[in-house]
């Protein structure tokens, strides 16, 4: 057994609070357009261009959903995702890539996308709840997003 934090981090390959059972908040705790942006000084140190509302042309869904669905007939577009997100029914199809995307993009696959314009945190959030369960580690990283008056630690 682990002594400290960092131990059972090693211990367990990545954060133990991400094993244990989490329920993901509701929509409402999440920000919508009016979410906070990362400065644009940062963005582009990042390698994003830095404020450009890019959304339905979001380079790094496209290239997510490009890789995780080579072999779909019709392979998902970036547009695609954009318009299910804001769907407010959406058909098979689009609950089908809303959760691809939820389930194959990295963390970091997922913020560019939020960076990107391509949704809000409230609609990823809307779509997980949508698209049924998800590990334990993505509604906790996503419940990490949450406005400040939400959140639980």
């Given at each position: 057994m682990a002594d400290?934090?960092?131990q059972e981090m090693i211990v367990t390959w990545g954060d133990p609070r991400e094993t244990k059972p989490c329920d993901l908040l509701p929509p409402?705790?999440?920000y919508g357009e009016e979410a906070p942006r990362p400065p644009a000084e940062l963005l582009?140190?990042?390698g994003v261009d830095a404020g450009i509302p890019i959304g339905p042309k979001s380079r790094t869904v496209e290239m997510g959903l490009f890789s995780e669905?080579?072999?779909?007939?019709?392979?998902?577009t970036a547009a695609e995702l954009y318009h299910a997100m804001?769907?407010?029914?959406?058909t098979t199809r689009q609950a089908l890539v809303m959760?691809?995307?939820l389930r194959a993009a990295s963390f970091s696959e997922l913020l560019g996308g939020w960076i990107e314009y391509a949704y809000t945190w409230r609609?990823?959030?809307q779509a997980a709840h949508r698209t049924g369960p998800h590990r334990n580690e993505l509604k906790h990283w996503l419940n990490d997003f949450?406005?400040?008056?939400h959140r639980s630690r």
């Open positions: 400290t934090p960092a409402g705790a999440f582009r140190s990042c669905c080579a072999g779909w007939r019709t392979p998902p804001r769907a407010p029914r959406p959760r691809t995307w609609d990823l959030v949450a406005r400040p008056d």
